[in-house]
C-alpha cells in the first residue's frame, strides 16, 4: 500500500505517535523536529495526528536515521499504544494486532491491515498490508514476543518471506514467525 492510496482522511491516535519519540531516546529533539517539519508541533498524548504527516515523518527518520530506529519505534509501540484487554500469550497477541491497529487509527480510508495466520507448532504466518515500514512491524512482532515470552522459547525468529515487499511496491510483506 502506498502513501498516495491512503485517505486524508485517516488520523493516528497520539499515544501511538509518542512512540516514535520514546524510541529516538538521544534523538528526541531530532524527532520532534522531525514531526514538527510535518505538521505536528505539539504531540499530545490524547490527540489525533494526520496519518500522511506520521508516515512522511517515518520516511524522514528511515532516510535520516535508518531502519534501526524504525525498528526500534516498532518496539516501542505496544508500550505507548492502546491494546485490547485480555492479551495473555505471544499469540493472542499476533490475533489481537489488527484490532489494536484499529483502535489507534481512525477515519475513513484503507489503512490496511495485519493478519496472524497460525502456522504447525510454534509458527506463525504475519501479512502486513499497512503503509508502515518493514522495520516498524518486525519491531512490534519482537516486542509483543518479548512482552509475553512463549514458555519454553529462547528466541523469535522473523524471515522476511520473498512473495513481496511493500519497500519495493508490492501490496504486503509476509513474515514467517518461528519461536
Not at 492479551?87 to 489494536?100: G, H, K, M, R
Not at 510454534?122 to 512463549?150: H, K, S, W
Not at 520473498?162 to 511496491?169: E, L, P, Q
Amino acid at each position: 500500500m502506498t502513501r498516495s492510496t491512503l485517505s486524508s482522511h485517516v488520523e493516528v491516535y497520539g499515544q501511538s505517535v509518542q512512540a516514535l519519540v520514546n524510541a529516538m531516546e538521544f534523538l528526541k529533539l531530532r524527532a520532534q523536529r522531525i514531526l514538527a517539519s510535518h505538521g505536528i508541533e505539539s504531540l499530545q498524548a490524547d490527540k489525533w495526528y494526520p496519518m500522511n504527516s506520521v508516515l512522511s515523518s517515518f520516511n524522514d527518520i528511515l532516510a535520516q536515521v535508518g531502519p534501526h530506529t524504525t525498528r526500534a519505534i516498532g518496539h516501542a509501540i505496544p508500550k505507548s499504544s492502546v491494546f485490547p484487554p485480555a492479551i495473555f500469550s505471544f499469540e493472542t497477541a499476533l490475533q489481537s494486532l489488527d484490532q489494536a491497529y484499529r483502535m489507534n487509527h481512525r477515519g475513513s480510508g484503507d489503512i490496511g491491515s495485519y493478519r496472524y495466520i497460525p502456522g504447525v507448532g510454534r509458527t506463525a504466518q504475519m501479512v502486513c498490508d499497512n503503509p508502515y515500514p518493514c522495520d516498524f512491524d518486525q519491531g512490534i512482532m519482537e516486542a509483543l514476543y518479548d512482552r509475553f515470552p512463549p514458555k519454553g522459547s529462547i528466541v523469535l525468529r522473523i524471515e522476511h518471506e520473498h512473495t513481496g515487499c511493500r519497500a519495493k511496491g508490492a501490496r504486503s510483506c509476509s513474515y514467517r514467525l518461528k519461536w
